[in-house]
């Protein structure tokens, strides 16, 4: 076996970790008691991390990506801003990440999640359940609709709000690409107020989550639509390798 | 100068505490969205191997247990196969997953996985890495999901010639990472996120 060839392929990209919000973070309390103290310990990837799960189209229902109907009553439908989210799913290296399993949650448009440890004085919507999933396309786009949610607070500092947002969990083609992040909305106040916005460490970064109002997508007398895109670890091309297949 | 046009990851953002709306609703009682939660079922009666329930807690810094934690676990089938389009040794037991996903119990904060025990998985340089387990924990305060490893405590000889058990410098923390036997084909792995007994978390 040459040298070349011990590496499996596609391996994935180094974490920018300084890109990365730190696991103490003060300023969001509950982080104190559950950051690790000690150094992660670096490893080579192997199988085990650059292999992961691969979810099918087919597991995904007619409603699964609309938030609006997948929970409401015949005939209903959620109450609140009806918006669409699009975007693409990318890896560092720009390129659209097919069959990436995209999972999201949100509170209703009064802010209140549907759970039970949820005690948020705003009222739940008997037709807002708050999921939805989709899997990407060939080019790495997926598209959604929903409500905008509302803004909640929590306790944390004396008052502090979550602003508008919607989280979303991700499968890249690894497990190491494994990414779970949250979603703001253009021209919120609010963002700059969080404590949990501000565990991300660079504006950069904040400003990589906030999605766009896009005018031109939205669908008249309907729904605004907000572009979103997303991005994963790049995966190491297989220069000098034996390729079995593409990459 | 030409410029390499990276982007940048994607920062992550905590779980917060209802990652279980999104990601295993009918836990959390919003039933009728999905046929049921992704990841409950790793095997089958199909399924190769032996059979093994793995539970565990993940324990904050206090030594209080997480309630509000989701784990993912991935791993080899039982001829150290994965079922993934980057596995190219050959075909894993189209019986089996090898992913599964639990929330801990809102009264305790433990979960169970059902799985079968893993075969070897090979080191990039040749060498086998004993029979392990890939954990991944988030939670709210969590801000960034942690990864770590599971081993078995009845593979001692692989254990101690695992490529990654091997070179952890502080080898007095590699308890954390193994697992105990609490009956036949029962293991459980407590996670320690912080503090003396902190389980070793790596960047991968
Ligand atoms: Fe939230």
């Known amino acids: ?247 | 100068m030409q410029s390499l046009n990276r982007l940048k990851e994607s920062p992550s953002q905590t779980a917060g505490p209802y990652v279980h709306i999104g990601c295993v609703p009918n836990f959390c009682g919003i039933e009728g969205v999905y046929p049921e939660d992704l990841g409950t079922a790793m095997v089958n009666e199909k399924t190769k191997g032996e059979r093994i329930k793995v539970s565990g807690t993940v324990y904050d810094g206090t030594g209080t247990p997480l309630k509000d934690a989701m784990i993912e676990i991935w791993q080899a089938d039982a001829d150290g196969l994965y079922p993934s389009p980057e596995e190219h040794r050959g075909t894993a037991d189209p019986n089996f997953t090898g992913w599964g996903r639990k929330a801990g119990d809102y009264g305790t904060g433990e979960w169970i996985f059902e799985t079968i025990k893993p075969g070897a998985v090979p080191f990039p340089d040749g060498r086998m890495m004993a029979p392990h387990i890939t954990f991944w924990v988030v939670a709210r305060g969590i801000n960034i999901g942690l990864q770590t490893r599971m081993y078995f405590p009845d593979e001692a000889d692989a254990n101690a010639k695992d490529p990654i058990l091997t070179r952890i410098e502080h080898q007095n923390r590699v308890p954390t990472l193994i697992a105990q036997k609490t009956g036949d084909g029962a293991y459980k792995f407590d996670i320690i996120l912080q503090g003396e007994n902190e389980t070793v978390f790596f960047d991968v």
């Open chain 1, 1 to 247: 076996m040459s040298l070349s060839n011990q590496r499996p392929a596609g391996g994935i990209f180094a974490r920018d970790r300084a890109w990365q919000p730190e696991a103490l973070t003060p300023q969001y309390k509950t982080s104190v008691a559950r950051s690790p103290s000690r150094a992660l310990l670096s490893m080579p990837q192997t199988l085990s991390e650059i292999t992961g799960p691969v979810f099918g189209h087919n597991m995904i229902g007619a409603l699964d990506n609309d938030l609006i109907l997948n929970f409401a009553k015949s005939g209903e439908s959620a109450i609140g801003p009806r918006i669409i989210v699009y975007g693409r799913v990318l890896d560092e290296s720009g390129r659209g990440v097919p069959n990436v399993l995209v999972e999201f949650w949100q509170a209703n448009a009064g802010g209140r999640y549907r759970h039970a440890k949820e005690g948020y004085i705003a009222p739940l919507d008997p037709n807002f359940g708050g999921c939805g999933r989709c899997i990407t396309g060939e080019d790495g786009s997926y598209e959604f609709r929903t409500v905008q949610p509302g803004p909640y607070p929590w306790p944390n500092r004396g008052n502090d709000w979550r602003p508008a947002h919607i989280h979303f969990s991700l499968f890249g083609q690894g497990f190491a690409q494994r990414l779970i992040t949250q979603m703001y909305f253009e021209g919120d106040p609010m963002i700059w107020k969080c404590p949990i916005v501000d565990t991300v460490p660079h504006s950069d970064g904040i400003e990589s989550l906030i999605a766009l109002l896009d005018m031109d997508s939205t669908i008249p007398m309907d729904a605004r639509a907000y572009k979103f895109d997303m991005v994963l670890r790049g995966k190491r091309s297989t220069l000098f390798e034996n390729k079995l297949e593409g990459n």
